[in-house]
């Protein structure tokens, strides 16, 4: 052989012995350096984790009555993965044979589900088919709750509609339909954001890691997964934690196309725990009735020519017991369907509910919308007057002397005399007026609450700036005003409350100093305190403070944060796990001087008749004294106040370029020797805000006066849940029932 | 050729004289069987299923084709590789009937048109045109040398011999098994001696033609995702490797055990059988099993390059280097791509995966180094 030859030969032979080695160093690292790895990904690769869903905790009324429940819906499903394998193997082996194929299937699809009366569109079901958030083995929902006649049309024709599938579900259901519907919130998908700050809520410390904090499942295994349902607004929000369940997990092996080869271990989902709610039911039903009726009742009020219109477009009403603070009844309007959000609700659907233009359905005004206090506010005016030593100080008199209102005060900061120059003093803006410039006789601070004077509040408001110099404490009345709860969360349970605002001196500077434009004045000046004073200008509550702070007043003193959950407890259980006793918050100070006059000046709103043509009546009294027939009638009640006294406040809060809100406080049965009665028991405060309607004694006070006129008798109709309403009735819509009791109850 | 040779020189008289059985390399048969035998059990285990009765039909099929295989290989081993020198021309041709003849009676399996079905039985003609490009290349390069010299026609002549397979085979389109003809060639090509200038020249035509395949389309998608799916994680075709990897890294150095292997039993690994048996090696023999496997491949190269090397002629050189460059190339790029070093390309593991045709065609080609082994002082 020649020498070359061997040469090439050797060349081969290096070639072989270098492919070799190669080959081996690579088995050494797959076997020996990385086979943990792999060890790890082999064990993944057969077995899957799957989740059965947990059902969440029901939501119950004070008297155990379901108000959120779950039920078994049907759906049919499309699975990505099943859909293209059964398509291949039907011989649609390329991508644009199976995508005319699916075409044509979510025409079919469409169709038939449209002809069983769910309106569905091609382009839905083409939208949920590509929907990123699924990955290809999950099975998508595009239909729910399904005809029976459909699900055996689909299920009989799997080579027709390859991959789609039936399936059950656990969806919320709401036996009474849209009622308490702010209270209880809605569920939804849970968003990329939400699913963030879940994780994030579970971190430990980890010395061996690079991120000091790192994120571990949620050791109660509540951990969320993409498409998992989550609380979105109220209850369902606030107690997230508790009414979600512990998802069922199954382990199982599977072959290399995912088929079930057999279980390795399972454990059982766990229902969530379930909310007791502070909530009657009943009471719930006839606050939103009532609330809905005075809005449209104010509606048909036909105003004068240059006055603003009553469009009374929204408002808020809470019933609270002032004896320990819990929430009986919180309605706010307009209102929503929790209904609507189970299939998940279309963009355009939410936007309106959110849109201001359409009032907002979604916002809980109870909590998360202020207000003006108006003249409510008055009482805790008088309360600063009396603990801070305002009363008989220079030109306010004393609490028990009656004087003469003209029905306006002249601020006498100005120093001006305005005696014959009416428009002159209205103009200079020193001179404040009654509203409707009414003017009485005899005004002490009894009759300053029964008649509503505003004249009674402006002297001690501008006597509070002017002592402030020296003597007074010049923010007496935001004192105890924020001892009542004015201007601070007050901590109930549920998500996006308002702590309204309580103006002073600094937050004016302050304010005017971050946006001058805006805030053109930064001086607090004897204007805003008399303002204050009369629950107008900055002052800015929400119906649920309101509430609150009458409570206080009806029962001594005690300021409580309120309850809309009694408990929580774990399901079908009756040991709660944890319980909202009374929340007291503080004792605010009413002195004791005081404390039977201005519950005697509540009480003459509802009871204080006119005694002359000159003198006004209590701002409440036609309200609460006249039934249908009487001359005086407002769509209020003839109360039995002897034997169920009522005491209360009006307000009409002033709002530029619109009509007045208005607005009615009150709590009973609390009576007085003066007025012959000796209840004195108080169960119940109502606070009503009715948007855009007039007088607080014309709409907000009749309305209280209705449902205290049940209260009163025992006389509040059991709640209908939405079934028994179909049962009786065989009216489909409660909105038309409603209407139809609203129409033929009232105007007789 | 009939040059005395001293026994000094490695020879003695017993690979000289006597029966064909004392005249051949018996470990080349030895390392061949100790090959088939862990090929047997490695098919089984990847054909036998998970369900209660194992199934057996790929193994008793296996095995007919090594009884028919080593049965074949003897005759081959027998008939002087010289004397049949002159049968060549008619092999040769005989394969590009069988080749064109796919195109009208072939059967279509996994996208290719590689196959003669016989009922119970499938041959694969491009695999026994790997015997048929061995043989004719050896025999042309040989006799060229010894008449006028490599010349640069000649090489040309040689390279189109080739090209002719090459193109019927890519129609198919069956890309693996050319590149298995590429590496005979290469092969039989440096040892040959061809002149550097030509390499280089055939090199640059081939890559021209490749580029213009590409461009042209000319290549199905399925083959440039398997070949590409090494470099591109993201690939599709990226699958078969990372299961095959995981496999074998989780077989570890000592393996999951005979029938324990998790990726093996639940199919995780496509076409485990064939293409990707290294994998179930792998997981249930680990390392120690993979490494016995390629020791027993690197000593039957050692034997084929030691005949190669002895041999007294060119063409029967020629024919080991040709059977060499196969072998060396096929376990290479089979053990490769199974730890997801190499292409996903369709070749099958000489000796060990299952599949008659390349089972025949791996025992002939060792037949044919037993024959140069035998015959070569003749």
Redesign the interface.
């Given at each position: 052989?020649e020498d070359?030859?061997?040469v090439?030969?050797r060349?081969?032979?290096v070639?072989?012995v270098s492919?070799?080695l190669?080959?081996?160093g690579?088995?050494?690292y797959?076997?020996?350096l990385?086979?943990e790895?792999?060890?790890v990904?082999?064990?993944s690769?057969?077995t899957r984790s799957l989740r059965t869903q947990a059902p969440r905790g029901q939501i119950l009324d004070r008297n155990g009555r379901v108000l959120v429940e779950n039920r078994l819906s049907t759906i049919i499903t499309v699975n990505r993965d099943a859909h293209v394998q059964h398509l291949t193997r039907l011989g649609y082996d390329t991508r644009d044979k199976r995508a005319e194929f699916r075409a044509e299937m979510f025409a079919d699809l469409a169709r038939e589900l449209s002809q069983a009366g769910q309106l569905t569109k091609v382009a839905d079901l083409e939208r949920a088919f590509s929907d990123r958030s699924f990955t290809s083995f999950d099975d998508i929902p595009i239909a729910r709750d399904v005809d029976e006649e459909l699900l055996v049309f689909i299920g009989e024709r799997p080579d027709r509609f390859p991959g789609v599938s039936v399936d059950q579900d656990l969806v919320r259901s709401y036996p009474f339909g849209d009622k308490a519907a702010h209270i209880l919130g809605y569920v939804g998908s849970i968003t990329g954001g939400e699913l963030e700050a879940k994780a994030d809520l579970y971190k430990i410390d980890d010395p061996e890691s690079d991120d000091p904090l790192v994120k571990i499942e949620d050791p109660n295994g509540k951990q969320y997964r993409r498409n998992d349902e989550i609380g979105k607004q109220g209850i369902e929000a606030f107690f997230e934690d508790e009414l979600r369940g512990v998802p069922g997990t199954r382990e199982i092996?599977?072959?290399?196309i995912g088929n079930l080869?057999r279980p390795v271990s399972e454990t059982n989902p766990v229902r969530g725990s379930d909310v007791h709610l502070t909530i009657d039911i009943d009471l719930q039903v006839k606050l939103e009735f009532e609330l809905k009726r005075a809005l449209e009742r104010s509606r048909q009020v036909e105003v004068l020519q240059d006055e603003e219109p009553f469009r009374a477009p929204a408002g808020a009403a809470v019933i609270m017991d002032p004896r320990n603070g819990d929430i009986l009844a919180m309605a706010s309007y307009p209102t929503f369907d929790p209904g609507d959000f189970i299939d998940g609700i279309s963009q355009d659907q939410f936007e309106r509910l959110s849109d201001p233009l359409s009032h907002q359905p979604l916002l809980n005004r109870a909590v998360s919308e202020i207000y003006p206090a108006a003249s409510t506010f008055k009482p805790f005016t008088a309360i600063a007057a009396e603990v801070y030593d305002v009363f008989g100080w220079q030109f306010v008199d004393d609490w028990n002397v009656p004087i003469s209102d003209p029905g306006y005060w002249d601020l006498q900061s100005c120093n001006i005399d305005f005696t014959g120059d009416v428009e002159g003093a209205r103009a200079s803006g020193c001179r404040k007026i009654n509203a409707g410039g009414a003017s009485m006789e005899g005004v002490d601070l009894r009759h300053s609450l029964s008649f509503s004077s505003d004249t009674y509040y402006y002297r001690i408001g501008e006597a509070f700036w002017i002592a402030g110099s020296n003597t007074i404490n010049p923010e007496g009345i935001q004192l105890v005003a924020k001892d009542f709860g004015f201007g601070a969360e007050t901590g109930v349970q549920l998500p996006n409350e308002k702590a309204g605002s309580m103006p002073n001196a600094e937050s004016f500077r302050a304010r005017h100093l971050a946006n001058p434009e805006a805030f053109p004045r930064g001086d607090w000046g004897p204007g805003d305190n008399t303002n204050l004073a009369i629950g107008q200008g900055e002052v800015a509550v929400t119906p649920l403070q309101l509430a609150n702070s009458y409570a206080a007043l009806a029962n001594g003193g005690t300021v409580y944060s309120p309850n809309v959950v009694a408990k929580v407890s774990p399901p079908n259980s009756d040991e709660a796990s944890v319980e909202f006793g009374p929340r007291v918050l503080r004792e605010a100070e009413i002195p004791e001087e005081l404390e039977q006059e201005i519950t005697d000046g509540l009480i003459g709103v509802t009871m204080l008749p006119k005694p002359n043509l000159e003198q006004p009546s209590g701002t409440g009294f036609d309200a609460f004294n006249a039934g249908p027939g009487s001359e005086k009638w407002v769509g209020g009640e003839q109360l039995d106040l002897i034997n169920w006294p009522v005491a209360g406040k009006t307000g009409t809060a002033e709002i530029l370029g619109r009509a007045d809100n208005s607005m009615f406080v009150g709590y009973g049965p609390s009576g007085s020797l003066r007025f012959g009665t000796s209840i004195n028991e108080p169960e119940y405060v109502i606070a009503v805000v009715l948007e855009e309607a007039g007088f607080g004694s014309k709409h907000a006070a009749p309305m209280v006066a209705r449902i205290f006129k049940d209260i009163s008798e025992n006389n509040v109709d059991r709640a209908l849940t939405q079934d028994e309403i179909d049962t009786f009735y065989g009216v489909d819509n409660i909105t038309d029932l409603e209407l139809a009791v609203a129409e033929t109850g009232g105007d007789q | 050729m009939t040059t005395f040779r001293p026994s000094a020189s490695g020879y003695n008289s017993r690979e000289t004289d006597g029966p064909l059985w004392i005249r051949i390399d018996a470990s080349i048969i030895l390392l061949a069987i100790g090959l088939m035998c862990i090929g047997l059990v490695v098919v089984y285990s990847a054909t036998r299923g998970v369900g209660e009765v194992a199934e057996t039909g790929f193994l008793e099929k296996q095995l007919v084709f090594v009884g028919f295989g080593s049965f074949v290989a003897a005759v081959v081993a027998a008939t002087d590789y010289r004397k049949a020198r002159m049968a060549v021309p008619v092999i040769y041709a005989g394969t590009i009937v069988l080749l064109l003849g796919l195109f009208v009676f072939g059967n279509e399996f996994n996208g290719a048109t590689s196959w003669y079905s016989f009922g119970f039985i499938t041959l694969q003609p491009s695999e026994f045109a790997k015997i048929t490009l061995i043989l004719a290349l050896s025999s042309w390069f040989a006799s060229v040398q010894s008449r006028d010299g490599l010349q640069f026609v000649n090489v040309m002549l040689g390279l189109v011999m080739a090209g002719v397979f090459a193109a019927l085979v890519l129609l198919q389109p069956d890309f693996g098994t050319v590149m298995v003809y590429a590496a005979i060639v290469a092969g039989i090509v440096v040892v040959a001696g061809v002149a550097m200038r030509h390499v280089l020249a055939v090199l640059a035509f081939v890559g021209l033609a490749i580029t213009v395949m590409i461009r042209q389309g000319f290549l199905r998608d399925t083959q440039l995702n398997r070949f590409t799916a090494f470099v591109d994680p993201e690939n599709a075709a990226r699958y078969n490797v990372n299961q095959s990897e995981i496999a074998i890294g989780n077989g570890g150095l000592r393996g999951k055990g005979l029938f324990q292997g998790t990726q093996n039993n639940n199919s995780l690994v496509p076409e485990k059988e064939t293409d990707f048996i290294f994998s179930v090696l792998g997981e249930e023999f680990g390392f120690v099993g993979g490494a016995v496997l390629l020791v027993l491949f690197g000593l039957l190269l050692l034997r084929i390059w030691r005949v190669a090397h002895l041999a007294e002629d060119e063409f029967g050189r020629l024919i080991c280097v040709g059977v060499f460059s196969m072998f060396l190339f096929q376990a290479f790029q089979s053990v490769g791509m199974n730890m997801g070093m190499m292409p996903v390309t369709g070749i099958p593991l000489p000796l060990i995966s299952y599949g008659g045709s390349s089972m025949l065609t791996s025992l002939i080609a060792l037949g044919l180094v037993e024959n140069v082994h035998a015959h070569r002082l003749r």
């Open positions: 052989m070359s030859s061997r090439r030969l060349v081969l032979g070639i072989a492919l070799f190669a080959l081996f690579r088995l050494w797959l076997q020996a990385e086979s790895r792999f060890e990904r082999a064990v690769n057969i092996l599977v072959d290399n080869v | -």
